[in-house]
């Protein structure tokens, strides 16, 4: 079932209709989001809700995590990016790419793409990632859908104009408006990595490396000759899959992330009507993972009777109780001492932020009962974890403990 929120969204939505600009070619695509039973979106921000978003006490704190607001006035944030100099670069889906520096909301846009992005449902802007010597070179990568729908990978310099062009990595012609993830992320190795939905498509039985839907990609964006590079050990790089894959199995993956410490990579992958999952590939284990969708969901198999050779299973599920309908993915906490190595999630609808044992299956933590529309999260260079809120009138929190 498709579900998704109708402002977010992002990832590669091609199975093989992949048209490179420069060879060889994959695009981190952009529109997809939580779930699919799509809420109209809010045209105003939560009432009443200016500093501190309600939070509970989790086990074994030293007390309840809360939301400090950062900044407001932000439509429809999507992603957020550190350039570690006191500046967040959070995106809008319209098309336009904000920065708050020092605490403050800057009035005018980095980057405005309004006339090139297509706004609609599921589909804008939605993802962006800072090169790891973003310092010095100034370099960011975005992902969104353009006006035919397609979705684009473009880099940008900084030091641009508002309206720059950029430069187009990757297109990915869209079939369908739903299951299209969306995150871009550097990882510990300097490759840039970006989920992909399954674009809806479910008429297969188990998952298929050779198909860029609902994986996630690893691509060399350093290379001489423009466009990107595959790594040397991606999993399919001598055949068996698209070469850019890393992992696959994955239904729409929205958001994943990084522990800052060990490297290991976290997938939030949302689910179908009832189910949502926390997927982890630890650091050091060869890349080709299979997460299981469509055979199975969450830790039990669609069907009876399912092939499930070679599944790596979640790590966490969870249901659609309590108004729960989709997951976002976040980070692994390592600046809160009370909750060192606690990875830090939420979901759309409820708001709801629970935590969980890093690398550990377990029972999570409800941290924060927000009731706020959770788009996703965001992290800084000292570790503090922000929170993306989903309005017209969005704003961006701060995880205080």
């Not at 990757?170 to 299209?180: F, I, S, Y």
């Amino acid at each position: 079932m498709s579900r998704v929120f109708v402002a977010l969204a992002l990832v590669l939505s091609a199975c093989g209709g992949i048209a490179p600009t420069t060879p060889p070619s994959v695009v981190p695509s952009a529109a997809s989001a939580a779930p699919s039973e799509d809420p109209a979106v809010p045209a105003d921000p939560t009432a009443g809700v200016t500093a501190a978003a309600t939070s509970v006490p989790s086990v074994g704190s030293d007390g309840p995590l809360g939301l400090v607001l950062v900044a407001d006035h932000i439509d429809l944030p999507t992603a957020l990016a550190d350039a570690g100099d006191q500046r967040l670069f959070v995106t809008e889906q319209a098309g336009r790419v904000r920065v708050i520096a020092n605490g403050m909301l800057q009035p005018d846009p980095v980057l405005d793409l309004t006339d090139r992005v297509l706004n609609d449902g599921e589909r804008g802007l939605l993802g962006i990632a800072l090169h790891p010597r973003f310092g010095r070179n100034g370099r960011y990568f975005l992902t969104y859908s353009n006006l035919d729908g397609d979705t684009e990978l473009r880099e940008f310099d900084v030091g641009g104009p508002v309206d720059a062009e950029g430069t187009l990595l990757l297109e990915a012609p869209k079939e369908t408006v739903n299951h299209q993830a969306g995150a871009l992320a550097f990882g510990p190795d300097g490759y840039l990595y970006a989920s992909l939905g399954d674009d809806s498509r479910q008429g297969f039985d188990r998952a298929d490396p050779a198909s860029i839907n609902g994986t996630i990609l690893r691509l060399d964006i350093d290379t001489t000759s423009g466009g990107y590079a595959i790594p040397p050990d991606n999993p399919f790089v001598d055949g068996g899959g698209r070469p850019e894959v890393w992992d696959y199995g994955l239904r729409n993956p929205w958001r994943f992330s990084f522990d800052p410490l060990t490297g290991d990579l976290y997938i939030g992958d949302v689910g179908p009507t009832n189910v949502e999952e926390i997927d982890r590939h630890p650091a050091g284990t060869p890349g080709g993972l299979d997460f299981g969708w469509i055979a199975t969901v969450g830790d039990s198999c669609r069907e009876p009777g399912c092939d499930t050779a070679g599944i790596t299973w979640p790590l966490v599920t969870y249901g659609h109780g309590e108004g729960d309908c989709g997951v976002i993915g976040g980070y692994v906490i390592r600046a809160d001492q009370a909750r060192q190595g606690r990875y830090l999630y939420g979901d759309l609808c409820s708001g709801r932020i629970w935590s969980l044992a890093a690398g550990e299956p377990g029972d999570p933590v409800l941290e924060i009962d927000s009731g706020l529309r959770l788009s996703s999260f965001g992290i800084d260079s000292a570790g503090t974890i922000y929170v993306l809120v989903h309005y017209r009138n969005g704003s961006v929190y701060r995880v205080t403990g």
